[in-house]
């Protein structure tokens, strides 16, 4: 079984009101990712990823595009331990 490994990511740009939460979502779980997915304050979205590292690579790289009406300005990635996640959450 290939290694789960966890990313904290954070995008900022035109990121909130633009659907970004809900395509992270749906494509996390088609990639078989787990996580979740917030608005902060400052109007950044803030994502926990956990999954296989090609998986995650995949993820990261759909978040520097994002969904058809955001404008990703800057992502940001931490590796932190996996903590075994399961399913996607938008909070």
Do not use: C
């Amino acid at each position: 079984m290939e290694e789960t490994i966890r990313r904290h990511v954070y995008v900022s740009g035109g990121v909130q009101g633009v659907f970004f939460r809900d395509f992270t979502r749906r494509k996390a779980l088609a990639l078989g990712l787990a996580g979740w997915a917030r608005n902060l304050a400052d109007g950044r979205v803030e994502i926990v990823l956990e999954g296989a590292p090609g998986a995650v690579e995949t993820m990261l790289d759909l978040l520097r595009e994002g969904p058809p009406q955001a404008r990703v300005k800057d992502l940001s990635s931490n590796a932190e331990p996996a903590e075994g996640h399961s399913g996607f959450q938008v909070r």
